[in-house]
Nanobody, 125 residues
Framework: QVQLVESGGGLVQAGGSLRLSCAAS????????MVWFRQAPGQEREFVAA?????YYANSVKGRFTISRDNAKNMVFLQMSSLKPEDTAVYYC?????????????????????WGQGTQVAVSS
């Protein structure tokens, strides 16, 4: 089973940038959809971005965040720019077993079989 480890979080000032990485290890690297979710203090976990046959973004991060993957290196990335205090959260990456076309399925947490432990992002004003 694939294991995921996030890194790259930290404390930044509003307007700054961070690049999150998610490294996969184990017997094999899934070719399915990869996704980033986040959970802010006192809030429910929410969808951020996904990459499969296409890329998908939450409206709150469109134009500011970019998701990418490098299958040869077994990694997925989230480049975050123009960060806002409301982006403060623990960010998690997760893996689906297959690639899907339906946006509802892509955004559904139940479709992701493997999750990382998360990396904390804090944005100060």
């Amino acid at each position: 089973q694939v294991q995921l480890v996030e890194s790259g979080g930290g404390l930044v000032q509003a307007g700054g940038s961070l690049r999150l990485s998610c490294a996969a290890s184990g017997r094999a690297f899934s070719s399915g959809t990869m996704v980033w979710f986040r959970q802010a203090p006192g809030q429910e976990r929410e969808f951020v971005a996904a990459i499969g046959y296409n890329t998908y973004y939450a409206n709150s991060v469109k134009g500011r965040f970019t998701i990418s993957r490098d299958n040869a290196k077994n990694m997925v990335f989230l480049q975050m720019s123009s960060l806002k205090p409301e982006d403060t959260a623990v960010y998690y990456c997760a893996a689906d077993r297959i690639r899907r076309y339906d946006i509802t399925s892509v955004r559904s947490q139940s479709n992701y079989h493997t999750w990382g432990q998360g990396t904390q992002v804090a944005v100060s004003s």
